[in-house]
């Protein structure tokens, strides 16, 4: 039960930090739009590298990994349904809020809650890179097709492959597929700078509270509501379902899969909203329900499942 309220204290602090800055304003008016370039182009792409350079990618296949990829479009394809059809929304807010409905905080709250709830730090590591992988190029291609008008083919792949995250992300992956050691005199630096992209994300989501109103009317309540019920209902619930009777999980693996399906909205959801303009409050209130509205249902499938 303590890795629950670990990973909650270590983000509730960083959060609560950033929000004190902001409400004491010694960071200037500034401060937001700097920190989300920063943790963009710079900050995320050193981590994602440092982390996939020295995990185990073949991790990915894992028996955990059918399950939670299943889960994670479900859930997102049930709001983009409800967004696009019934609501009219537009497809870069229908992205954010997808992703803000199945796209889990594996790292920072994953990977405590997975060294203490689970016993192992690699069980986040699949859903980790399946989410870095396979749902942000995605992701990202769509919100700069619509928002910054990449419509063609080569443009997308141009600028997908441009971004920093994935740059990060695909050579950290290559690294670890060609079985390269790093020695500490190129790692280490680059892990010390990687290091600074989590508690920064989060300082600059605590900005983003200072002032602001969890659920105001028009700034997109509906889609908060849906996205955190999908997430923190829905999705474990679905994960369970599907591993239990489709595909015969027991015991610790059953256990996992719901755990990381528990897990709540990843902060980096926030961080695209940012770069991009685009639902940036549904991106932030949604993060602070599910990171909330996640410790009970992590200690309701600890003591059901546990």
């Not at 920072?108 to 060294?115: L, W």
């Not at 990449?150 to 690294?175: A, E, H, K, Q």
């Not at 980096?268 to 996640?294: H, K, L, P, W």
């Amino acid at each position: 039960m303590s890795g629950i309220f670990t990973g909650f204290a270590v983000i509730a602090l960083a959060v609560f930090v950033g929000w004190l800055a902001g409400r004491l304003g010694v960071l200037g008016p500034s401060a937001r739009p700097v920190l989300a370039q920063l943790n963009f182009n710079v900050l995320a792409p050193f981590l994602l590298f440092s982390v996939l350079a020295t995990a185990d990618v073949h991790a990915l296949f894992s028996v955990l990994l059918p399950v939670s990829a299943i889960v994670a479009v479900v859930i997102m394809a049930c709001f983009a349904a409800v967004s696009l059809f019934v609501w009219r929304r537009g497809a870069a807010r229908t992205v954010i809020g997808s992703l803000a409905s199945g796209y889990v905080n594996g790292n920072n709250f994953g990977i405590p809650i997975a060294v203490y709830m689970l016993g192992d730090a690699a069980y986040s590591a699949p859903i980790v890179l399946l989410q870095l992988l396979v749902f942000v190029p995605i992701a990202l291609s769509v919100l700069g097709a619509s928002v910054e008008g990449r419509t063609s083919v080569p443009m997308i792949l141009r600028t997908t492959f441009g971004n920093p995250i994935i740059i990060g992300s695909l050579l950290g992956v290559l690294v670890s597929v060609s079985g390269i050691e790093l020695p500490p005199i190129v790692i280490d630096p680059i892990e010390l700078i990687g290091h600074a992209a989590v508690p920064l994300m989060l300082i600059a989501y605590g900005l983003s509270l200072h002032g602001q109103r969890l659920l105001e009317p028009g700034t997109g309540r509906r889609d908060v509501l849906l996205a955190s019920a999908l997430k923190l209902v829905a999705m474990p619930l679905a994960a369970w379902a599907l591993g239990r009777f489709v595909f015969g999980l027991d015991g610790i693996d059953l256990y996992a899969v719901t755990v990381l399906a528990a897990l709540p909205t990843a902060q980096n959801v926030f961080v695209f909203a940012q770069r991009y303009d685009t639902a940036e409050i549904v991106a932030r209130d949604t993060v602070f329900i599910t990171t909330i509205g996640s410790v009970p249902v992590l200690l309701a499938v600890a003591l059901l499942l546990g």
